[in-house]
């Protein structure tokens, strides 16, 4: 009787121990699962729903309203938000184990006629050039001497030498800076395309003085007393330095503020991503080799990199340039 009572409290034990263990698997599982999607999608996938929710429709939902909801929004929407729209409830559905709505036949040919019909160019940030910075940076100048300009002059230059994103250059910390003779390593511990974490590093060399991003970055640190967490940060009004990091839609306010003192006619279309476009099309301009411009954004597909360097070369790398020089030999041979 005894054993019976021992053997019947050694299993309730190991079945507790086992339920146990299952809740903590349980609980690693979910916090994989959430790390196996940035914050950023999870919150476009959120708004998505939320939309469609706010339309009219439910999950789980079907083909047939799904058709109804991209026909009414076809003419509000831009063709690629309402695919978005359509992967997030795609997902939902995948999550739930509930078959997938978005991929029959019908709504796939729907949303293929909403391209073809509503789609329109993908609007880019405006590429800044070396003459677009020197601009700046005259302008920058020109203002009176505080924690604003120096702030910004920083900003400025390490964003572009570093081709840096909004999202990169707002969470950059003194602890992540590693001071060189030759200049200063910014390392990325998390970046959009590092989401395993596995690290980047962006080296900015110095340079000439008067427009050296390493001299600026260290200027503006010592000038603010800046020794630990966000290196960039708000300054207001009376020029006060606030103790946290800028957010990321500050840096495109701030190059807007600065090229409509620059009287600069594309302000509309500045934003961070200016700085990207800005450093890999310059570069290719100057020739600078292909893994070099890669290198130094952090780029992981070179279909991207390519893309950026013929933009750079579109000019210079014409079949109308020759075309046009033979022609001028032509043009004098006959006495024009």
Known sequence: MEL?????????????????????????????????????????????IRQFEKWGGRLP???????RYLIERAGQLNPRTLALHLTAISQWHHLQLIPDPSRTPL??????????????????????RLEHLVSM??????????????????????????????????????EDLSWEQEGVLISLPKSKTDQELAGLTRALPYGN????????????????????G???KPVNRWDQIQDKSLSPGAINGFLKDLGD?????????LSSHSFRRGLSTSAARERVDFALI???????????????IEEGQQFTENASLTLMDKMAVLWHQHGK
């Open 137 to 174: 940076l005259s302008t920058l100048h020109a203002l009176p001497d505080g924690n604003k300009k120096a702030r910004d002059r920083a900003l400025l230059l390490v964003g572009f030498f570093g081709a840096f994103r909004r999202s990169e250059l707002v969470a950059i910390t003194v």
């Open 261 to 269: 003192k620059c009287l600069f006619d594309f302000v509309p279309e």
């Open 107 to 128: 709504v796939r040919k729907t949303m293929d006629g909403i391209r073809r019909t509503h789609g329109k160019p993908k609007s880019k940030a405006k590429a800044l």
């Open 4 to 48: 019976k009572q021992a053997e019947s409290a050694s299993l309730k034990n190991e079945a507790t121990q086992t339920a146990s263990l299952m809740d903590n698997s349980q609980t690693a599982l979910q916090l994989y699962i959430t790390a196996g999607t940035s914050d950023n999608t999870r919150k476009a996938y959120r708004s998505a």
């Open 209 to 228: 003085e008067s427009i050296c991003p390493v001299k600026a970055l260290r200027d503006w640190l010592n000038r603010a007393g800046i020794t630990q």
């Open 230 to 232: 966000a290196v960039f």
């Open 61 to 67: 939902t079907d083909s047939s309203v799904l058709v």
């Open 294 to 308: 890669k290198k130094q954004g952090g780029w992981k597909s070179d279909g991207t990199v390519r893309g950026y």
